[in-house]
């Protein structure tokens, strides 16, 4: 029987590429999502790709009332739950409000999927609920370090629950993305960042457009080769691959409850500087740059050990970092064109 999935924040920049690929992969999807931070847009750009409608209902996770009665009206199979707020410089300034969406949407989805009887799901976690981790790459074993922001300690709260809660049935997979960066190949879907990026992909891309007049590269006096920031920079597409096989895993998987964690990157550090001088030879464009100070929170460098989740999804990147950005940059001219 074909699996229905429900795809909380299905809308958002790693939930829609998502849904391609479960609609690529046979699964039935319905999404849903307040749609406060993202455009119906990007629905309408997964149709045209996959040439489908998407089963799409602008609700909140917060309200159990209207999540109760999708689960009602359809029998899904599992759930990935990507509804959140991702800002770490918002969270500072309204840490009360993170906390309530990504930790009370979550107590939400759980008491409902309870209710419903549902129990399989795939969590959005982050490389932030590491901090700095000792040693590099980092594995699943690392401690959880002090959280930079209200919003790393909300992905530590959640998984902490999420540990907890599988005593009550539940059977979960934590993804921790490293950064997702690029669009996809189509450029029908790609990241809509709200007013001034805080990441650097889509402020790169911003400035090559001429949107913005410099990229800022925040510190060059890191103890790293060139002295800036290191991280594990992910296609989105592969991102999103990686959530099919992580459901193929679950429905593999025979026991009554579970939670297992896994590192979502590629296993490849690239400094700052060095993403900066792969965007201006794959794409041809100018891009002004300064040095300015570091930013706090930043933590120096961070890559995953992606070997567990190579070994137990059979999963590999696919794409490369020249075509992570070119996707990038591809999405970018599509969105000033319009
Ligand atoms: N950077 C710049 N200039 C910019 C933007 C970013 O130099 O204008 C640098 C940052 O200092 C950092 C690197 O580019 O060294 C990557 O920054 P991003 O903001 O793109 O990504 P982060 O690694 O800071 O953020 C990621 C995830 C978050 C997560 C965070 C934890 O996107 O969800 O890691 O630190 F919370």
Known sequence: MQQHILVTGGAGYIGAHTLVELINAGYR???IDTLERSEFRIIEGVERIISKKIDFHQIDCLDAVA??????????????HFAAYKSVNESVEKPLRYYKNNVGSLMTLLEVMKRNKI?????????????QPDQ??????????????PYGQTKQICEQILENVISEG????????FNPIGAH???EIGELPIGSPNNLVPY???????????????????????????RDFIHVSDVAIAHVKALEFLINRTEASLFDAFNLGTGVGVSVLELVNKFIQVTGMKLPYIIGPRRPGDVEKVFANPQRINQAFGWRTKYTLEESLLHAWNWEKKIRNR
Request: charged residues 20%.
């Open 67 to 80: 999540l109760n009665s999708v689960f009602e009206r359809n029998t899904f199979s599992s759930v990935i």
């Open 185 to 187: 190949p189509s450029a």
């Open 136 to 149: 590099i790459p980092v594995d699943e074993s690392a401690p959880f370090k002090k959280a930079e922001s």
């Open 204 to 230: 790169v891309t911003q400035t090559a457009a001429g949107v913005r007049e410099k990229l800022v590269v925040f510190g060059n006096d890191y103890d790293t080769p060139d002295g800036s920031c290191i």
């Open 170 to 177: 539940f059977r979960i997979v934590s993804l921790r993305y």
């Open 29 to 31: 999807v319905t999404a």
């Open 119 to 131: 129990r399989d799901l795939i969590f959005s976690s982050s490389c932030t609920v590491y901090g």
